[in-house]
């Protein structure tokens, strides 16, 4: 630009393209999101592990290896371990249904698989207890026979299960449907079998979004507080998953010991993200990939 | 649910009839089975177990501070979806990424180190408290617990429409003699306010049932500071199941209710689309 | 003088989108800036708007240099490519957006949107949402919000580039009129040469930056200042070759190159209305077979082969085909009657009168 700008008009110069703010305005909004966002993530984060670590490493490790912590951290994977891998069968045949093929009654069913998330995980937990609890519908057949789903590790499955869900399934089936059918008719028509073209070709296009709802599943699987509390039972070492433990800590005013606990699912979390993040990376790399493979074929010179 | 027309992809009665069977065992029959409890009660008791004195206490409470919650993540979930979106600035992708955060975090973990936070000795209690603001064992403590719950809503409904938002518009605004501030008011937030409601909504209906991370910072006083699924698990504790049962039904009904108007509404947002 | 640049030039980084340009715009005038894409002139455009700013050089409106003018204070309407109507706000609303903000009072301002309204055709359609519109009563719509605070020049941005190729021609005769009428300075973006040279009273061409030529369509048409001109405004016969003897020959044909001395490379072009054919095989000095016929509509395109085997385009009324009995695979006479020796080292060459030849025929590769 020629000449010499007053300090007076800079910040027109600086706003006169019509779309940018004012850099004060500007750096004023910035300061009040990264405020926002630092009283309400990044301290409740640092928090943790500050609080873990306040009586020293050595208590954190005890609090770590202490036995019903040990129980508590085994219990989580169990539970993790029986329920992601049920939702995400679910996830699958469910996106395949509602993806590759037209029904009536579609829009129906995508809405009750979402339903859970609108359920309060304390009225998740309750419907279970009127399932299979002592008052429940089945209670009395289940105690003339000895099994027990309440205040014992089937119970906090089935709760699991519940508030998780939709995860797979909801990840799973806009990407399904976006890379739409004629993959798996090109497959077909080469002669491959249903199986084989589901493995080959179909699970390879969707792999990162099945990821992705694998990963959200397995964080609130592993994290679910609600629900697994009312029907758990609260028995240490027996029944209590790691967020239940970390209550029971912190009730019993032992603090650096909950936060040691709580400061394991915090770095659950944090992979959690991580791994979200790395997958949004991959998946938009792949795409800006296709597209740009797909440019020369449109364009022959 | 009859396939319409012919479809040479195999497994389509496998995958359906298990995810029937599955969504019925796992979802529709427990839901089920919880409605048709509350048919053992009569009316007269129903309306009397749903609008004591107590649970209304705990109504008011859910409900005041999830909107509370809800429309400051409108606000401020707006003004971080604008600064992620627009500007750039160093650490931007970091918080980005961390936006997500308490859909990662259990929130039994959430409600600990909030409270904590907030406490008169925590690292934020310490400068607030001596100015009378009390963040734990509070009804503030249940607002900023359900804030941090639904703070992601708003964010990430709210990043996509504005990252596809034409700034051409913007401009077409600014040739016309616009300044900045009424292009915002006039222009850009009119055509946001749709997804900001839609966010706004999402993080209410989150709040109205979270538990987890309340019950550590709320304090708990029954009339006072007490939510409405603390008191659902306080009634199953005393064996009250009629209690609990009415309060869930209600419950429930209020969640329904609230995702069939955002269904409408994503609905009528869709009308300023081409 | 409406709209002056004085040196301007835009930097993106290190690319230079804009190079040096230097022109300016007469009041009233109705000017093109045309140019393949990337070729600079949609930023042109932008800073003379203020929605971009120029690296260096001035920009004058009516006289007063803009420079430091914000977009908001410059008083110039822009059309946009996909129009950009606020979809929150009816049609009204729309074209009164303007006005509301110059503070004018609501009867005046509910008079400047009715008058546009008729003017533009858009009665009725009032209450309407940009998504209730068709594609050329959006843009009609776009130009009436421009024009609603009087402009001192209306800037459109590829104004045809979004409706279908039906609409496009009604668009451009009714751009034409509107012009006539209202007399406002407009200038407009386009990278189609034929519509540039019917709607505009003068163009000028940009390419990588650069501004290669300004001037009125026939200008432009018949005396490009250079080969890139001459290329992309109307199709040209070229061909390369060298000097010898005082001719450039390619295959039979042989071009006079007085001027040029012996192994000058050079660059001979010519358009294809330049190309003479007949069906009486004495009547031009060359040979060849009419290879192919294309019907554009008045005017037919045809292919000659010579029996050396270069290809001509030429460019013939439906009438005179018809006179002369021409069919595909007939054979004719041929004759180039105007060539331009356009030398071959750089892409602008000195510009060589193209004179008559009644008897000299070039060839070259159609383009």
Known sequence: MAGYVSKKNQSTIQSRRGTEESPRAKWL???????FLAVFLLLPLANVFAQALVKGLDVYWAALREADSVAAIKLTLLIAGICVPLNTLFGVCAAWAVAKFEFRGKSLLITLIDLPFSVSPVVAGLIYVLMFGLQGYLGPWLDAHDIKIIFAVPGIALATLFVTFPFVARELIPVMQATGREQEEAALTLGASGWTTFWHVTLPSVKWGLLYGVILCNARAMGEFGAVSVVSGHIAGVTNTMPLHVEKLYNEYQGAAAF???????????VTLGLKTLLEWKQAREHALAQRGAAPETNPS | MAVKRFNPLPGFGLTMGYTILYLCVIVLIPIAGLFLRVFDLSWAEFWRLATNDRALAAYKLTFGASCIAALVNAVFGTVVAWVLVRYSFPGKRFFDALVDFPFALPTAVAGITLSNLFAANGWLGRFLVPLGIEGAFTRLGVVIALTFIGLPFVVRTLQPVLENFETEVEEAAATLGAGRARTFFTIVAPTLLPAILTGFALAFARAIGEYGSVIFIAGNKPYHSEIAPLLIVIRLEEYDYAGAITLAVVLLLFSFALLITINLMERWASRFQN | MSIELKSVSKKFGAVAAVNDVTFSVNEGELLALLGPSGGGKTTVLRMIAGLELPTSGDIFIRGQRVNDLSVRQRNIGFVF??????????????IAFGVKIKKWKPADIQARVEELVQLFGLEGLEKRYAHQLSGGQRQRVAIARALAPKPSVLLL???FG??????????????VTLHHELNVTTIFVTHDQEEAMEVSNRIVIFSRGNLEQIGTPREVYEQPRNEFVAR???????????VAGGLARVGELEFPASGHPDGTKVRIGFRPYAVQISSDLTAHRYRAVLRHTYFLGVLLRVELELPSGLILRARMSKEEYAQQGLADGKPVSVNIRQYRILGSDSESLRPEVATMYDTIVGAGEGI
Do not use: H
């Open chain 1, 29 to 35: 909004l910035i300061g009040v999101c990264g405020v």
């Open chain 1, 260 to 270: 040691a606990v709580a400061s394991l699912l915090a770095l659950l979390a944090l």
């Open chain 3, 81 to 94: 490519q996909n129009y950009a109507l606020f979809k929150n706000m009816n049609v009204f609303k729309n």
């Open chain 3, 157 to 159: 941005d590829e104004p």
């Open chain 3, 162 to 175: 979004a409706v279908d190729a039906k609409i496009r021609q009604e668009l451009r005769e009714w751009l």
């Open chain 3, 232 to 242: 992309f405004v109307g199709v040209m016969n070229v061909l390369d070759t060298e």
